[in-house]
């Protein structure tokens, strides 16, 4: 697959408009802020094609980017900014709803969270529709960059054991920033689709 052949295909704001044309499709899931775009930017060697740095949360769309015409990376709405009206996280929850309860929509789940802190509440949750649709999941921890050496080790753990993650799954540690665990994830995503 040549991630370097990208381009924006729709934005899915009704469940009606979910793609299901048979390609394999990555979803992208991540708290607000997470460094969602970056790491989907960074992946794709792009500057500025996934947003980046846009209002967090204003946003409750799933947008489709068709990767060398092979596979599609569906970049999720981000989830958990405080300042988010009632109205629009439940239309967050509405679209999230649909979009996990489908059946054969998701070939692999790239859930991605800050490696400096404990999982969320949110991510909890995300993380289980991930376990529960029974696609191979990957959680990304985004943001190595901040940890210093000696807490690498432990958060990774307690990511792992907050998200309760089977042994299936895979923890790669990330820095959109730097580039850390690209070629590690591209590959994962590569045997997986
Ligand atoms: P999104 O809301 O999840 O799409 O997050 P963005 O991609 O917009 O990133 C949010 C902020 O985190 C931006 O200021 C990014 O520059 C920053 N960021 C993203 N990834 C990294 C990373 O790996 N390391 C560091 N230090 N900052 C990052």
């Known amino acids: 697959i040549n991630f370097n052949k990208?381009?924006?295909i729709l934005s899915a704001v009704q469940p009606g408009a979910f793609l299901r044309d048979?390609?394999?499709?990555?979803?992208?899931?991540?708290?607000?802020n997470v460094g969602k775009s970056s790491v989907i930017n960074r992946l794709l060697n792009r500057k500025n094609f996934a947003r980046v740095g846009a209002t967090p949360g204003k946003t409750?769309?799933?947008?489709?980017?068709?990767?060398?015409?092979?596979i599609y990376f569906t970049d999720l709405p981000g989830y958990g900014y405080a300042k988010v009206s009632k109205e629009?996280?439940?239309r967050w929850g509405r679209l999230m709803e649909n979009y996990f309860q489908e059946q054969g929509l998701i070939t692999l789940g790239v859930l991605i969270v800050d490696a400096r802190h404990k999982p969320t509440a949110d991510d909890v949750t995300m993380c289980t529709w991930f376990k529960e649709s029974g696609c191979?999941?990957?959680?990304?921890?985004?943001?190595l960059d901040k940890l210093k050496k000696n807490e690498i080790e432990p958060n990774l753990q307690?990511?792992?054991?907050?998200?309760?993650?089977?042994d299936t799954a895979a923890l790669i540690p990330f820095s959109a920033e730097k580039g850390i665990g690209k070629t590690e994830l591209l590959?994962?995503?590569e045997q997986l689709c």
């Open 6 to 8: 990208a381009e924006f």
């Open 22 to 32: 048979g390609r394999p499709q990555v979803a992208f899931a991540g708290r607000s």
């Open 60 to 70: 409750t769309q799933v947008n489709y980017f068709l990767i060398d015409g092979r």
């Open 88 to 90: 629009e996280r439940d």
């Open 136 to 143: 191979p999941l990957i959680v990304v921890a985004n943001k």
């Open 158 to 166: 307690r990511i792992w054991d907050t998200l309760e993650l089977p």
């Open 187 to 189: 590959s994962a995503i």
